[in-house]
């Protein structure tokens, strides 16, 4: 029996459609979906959905508790949540909310005239996180692509994200990443990098072109960033900081968006991250548990998810029952930078990997 990266390397080779599909569904020896989705894990993604669904306002956005604004990124994530359940645009119990989100994302798209295809809320000054709404806004338009059933809409969608991926592959600096600004500058970080790989690996498999240089050297950039121990740093080249598993996590994400699924950068990124193991005691696995917490376990999710076998079987058992300690604990998901829709979203996305039913997550 093929393991899961196994599987899609062989895909990759022969050429078939399932080539552009980042991972696989499960293979031999690993947690059914009936399995690994426990009634008391089902109970709390059906509550937590309906919770982060009445946080949506009007305008089809959800918002970042910093700063009270609809969020492109975050909006982009609780509609992946959404869709991981099963809805699409107008089909299902919360298929109006995923059209209102996907709604909201087109239009602020096109509210940036100066910048077309910029994925932001230009209504608030957030520097810091635009690009991040970029291209977790990208990625959402390329996975529900397809899905919406007004063919006016459609092509509405299919404009903006063609733009939208235009502007990511214009944006890539020299050193093949990206950063904060919507145009290419002189200094990339990994975590932005691998937010932009995603989208453009998810628009590929939508049908958008994506050169084949485009994201080589992003694969370049990625890997400078990896240090002696299999972690990644930050920024290329940056002294004093070491490795992270947040940003180890996004790294390994990024080089299976990029179709690298073994060698020396995956084995040691997913050997890093194994430290950290959810549950266990007396190593790094307690070290600042909660810097960018939802952040690193939904790319450390989707890294086991795709590595498969012994990762994915012992990884999602210990995430999935961590998350639910903490919801009980706390009487739901929040995050004190962005807030309860972004911790809900990522939570439920990771807790509902087994369903298989986003795209970018399909065989």
Known sequence: MLTRRQFVRTALVAGGASSLALVTQAQQGEPAAADAITAETQQVIDRSLLTMASMQAQD?????SRTGFGNVAITGLAGLALMAAGNQPGR??????????ADYVVRRGNANGSTPGYLNNADASMSHGSMYQHGFGALFLAEVYGMVPSPEKQRALRAMLEKAIGLTRN???????????????QVADVSVT?????????????????PKSVVDKCVAY?????????????IKNQ?????G???TAA?????FSAGIYDGKAVEGGLSYMMRFLPGRRGNLAEARPDQHYYYGHYYAALAMWTAGGNYWAEWFPAIRDELLARHRQFSGWTDNGHGPSYAAAMACIILQLPNNYLPIMQK
Do not use: H, T
């Open 60 to 64: 089809g956005s959800f918002s970042d």
């Open 171 to 185: 944006a890539q600096n020299s050193e093949g990443g990206w950063r904060y600004e919507p145009r290419a500058v």
């Open 194 to 210: 691998v937010a932009q790989l995603m989208a453009l690996r998810a628009a590929k498999n939508a049908g958008v072109a994506v």
């Open 245 to 247: 598993f947040a940003r």
């Open 92 to 101: 299902g119990r919360f298929g109006e909310a995923v059209a209102r989100a």
């Open 239 to 243: 002294g004093g900081v070491g490795s």
């Open 222 to 234: 990625i890997k400078a960033c990896q240090l002696p121990d299999g972690g990644f740093c930050y």
């Open 251 to 255: 790294a390994v994400v990024g080089l």
